[in-house]
């Protein structure tokens, strides 16, 4: 059974940084892209960023490029989003997912993942 667990999320203020995690287990986490996906209150679901499986390849919502940095450690099953300079507008609910292949490149858009996790609460407010 895949699971797909973020943390690291909180209360910060603009202009500082937060790194998230996301543990990953149930499958052969190495063989997978990975990807950020975001959902503000009362807003829709919005792709964050994503990554192959072997990390030598990103891609990121223009929203967010320049700020915020996604990476893995594949010996620690384990995805991040380091997120910098941060914005009241990227509070939201951020969540990890799992693409159905070691390529996002066929797919773009939150549509593509085919496991989540629970997500995990980021709220940026002085």
């Known amino acids: 059974e895949v699971q797909l667990v973020e943390s690291g999320g909180g209360l910060v203020q603009p202009g500082g940084s937060l790194r998230l995690s996301c543990a990953a287990s149930?499958?052969?986490?190495?063989?997978?892209?990975m990807s950020w996906v975001r959902q503000a209150p009362g807003k829709g679901r919005e792709w964050v960023s994503v990554?192959?499986?072997?990390?030598?390849?990103?891609s990121y919502a223009d929203s967010v490029k320049g700020r915020f940095t996604i990476s893995r450690d594949n010996a620690k099953n384990r995805l991040y989003l380091q997120m910098n300079s941060l914005k009241p507008e990227d509070t939201a609910v951020y969540y990890c997912?799992?693409?159905?292949?070691?390529?996002?490149?066929?797919?773009?858009?939150?549509?593509?993942?085919?496991?989540w996790g629970q997500g995990t609460q980021v709220t940026v407010s002085s």
């Open positions: 997912t799992k693409y159905p292949s070691a390529s996002y490149s066929y797919c773009s858009g939150y549509g593509c993942a085919d496991s």
């Open positions: 149930g499958f052969t986490f190495s063989s997978y892209a």
């Open positions: 990554i192959n499986s072997g990390g030598g390849s990103t």
